[in-house]
């Protein structure tokens, strides 16, 4: 008989062995393992795993500045609501598995795509200074605010955003938008200037040429408003591109110098931008075809604006 309960008694202690090893979530980046060590979801020192019952009842994570290159294992948050993972060195980000999320803040990073298409309670996205070519929010009829400037998303349509009132998609090099989703009255707020844009389609043309105004800051001058722009938007703006001469930037990242190339020579001005969007750095040049900048600045993410032939470009610079 006591053969029999010492046998029931390993039997148990290894169900619980084997249950506890099935309760990890595996976390590669260690950066990321620290942060929630810090944030006392984790103990002792970063080796690769976490109890998932340490983090499937999270609702708000807040790892920015961490220097996290990957956030593998945020899918195992599945209670998860808001999301703070600005200023890191994120390439992916998966959060189609974070069904709860409503809140999502993901700038200034190095993200080259973003699937929130399965996020259908999102209320506000936040994911200014990445390397987004584009962005399909029409799934989120939830979202409210929205904010994507200094990227490179040359169309957007809002039309089933019925519930947007605030939109900041400034540098994005955007060629077509459409605004028309019958909540113009609503927006509280609207940055589409230093784009590509010359015609936006609205709910109502008079109403967004009493609001929406180049002295605002809210468009760019020469921009129309239309119930229709007939795709002239898109058509026009890769005109506008075309006049652009062709630009090489190199290197980059830099430690000290950056050199930009023009196919043709041009009147430059060059304006240095730290991550804030504010002027650190400026300078022109006359009829050049090369020119070469001394960077005596921290090291960091920086945002490079180039004007030629009466239009802008934003690029991306890091400085090692």
């Known amino acids: 008989m006591k053969k029999v309960k010492l046998i029931g008694m390993l039997l148990v202690i290894a169900s619980l062995t084997l249950n506890s090893i099935a309760q990890t979530t595996a976390i590669p980046d260690a950066n990321f393992e620290q942060a929630l060590i810090n944030l006392g979801y984790d103990t002792g020192s970063p080796d690769g795993f976490v109890l998932t019952a340490n983090i499937d009842t999270i609702s708000i994570l807040d790892v920015s500045f961490k220097n996290i290159s990957s956030l593998s294992g945020i899918e195992e948050f599945t209670n998860l609501k808001e999301l703070h993972c600005y200023y890191n060195q994120l390439t992916l980000l998966d959060v189609t598995q974070n069904l709860n999320l409503n809140s999502l803040y993901c700038s200034y990073n190095q993200l080259s795509s973003l699937n929130v298409s399965q996020n259908t309670g999102l209320n506000i996205l936040s994911c200014e200074g990445n390397l987004l070519t584009s962005l399909d929010v029409s799934q989120n009829i939830q979202l409210t605010i929205l904010s994507d400037s200094l990227n490179s998303i040359a169309e957007h349509d809002f039309s089933n955003n019925i519930n947007l009132t605030r939109y900041g998609g400034s540098q994005n090099g955007m060629t077509c938008l459409n ?37 605002n800051n809210n468009i760019d001058n020469g921009v129309s408003f239309s119930l229709n722009c007939n795709n002239s938007c898109s058509t026009v703006g890769i005109k506008k591109l075309n006049q652009f001469p062709e630009i090489t930037i190199s290197p980059n990242p830099t430690r000290s110098t950056v050199n930009i190339s023009l196919e043709e020579s041009a009147n430059i001005k060059v304006t240095i931008r730290n991550s804030l969007g504010q002027s650190i750095m400026q300078d022109a040049f006359k009829n050049s075809t090369a020119v070469r900048l001394d960077l005596d600045i921290p090291a960091g993410l920086y945002f490079l604006e180039i004007e030629a032939n009466g239009n802008k470009v934003t690029k991306k610079l890091i400085k090692q």
């Open 179 to 215: 605004l028309k989703n019958g909540n113009n009255t609503n927006m509280i707020h609207l940055s589409v200037n230093q784009n590509l844009l010359s015609c936006i389609e609205v709910d109502n043309p008079s109403w967004a040429n009493s609001n929406w105004t180049v002295l």
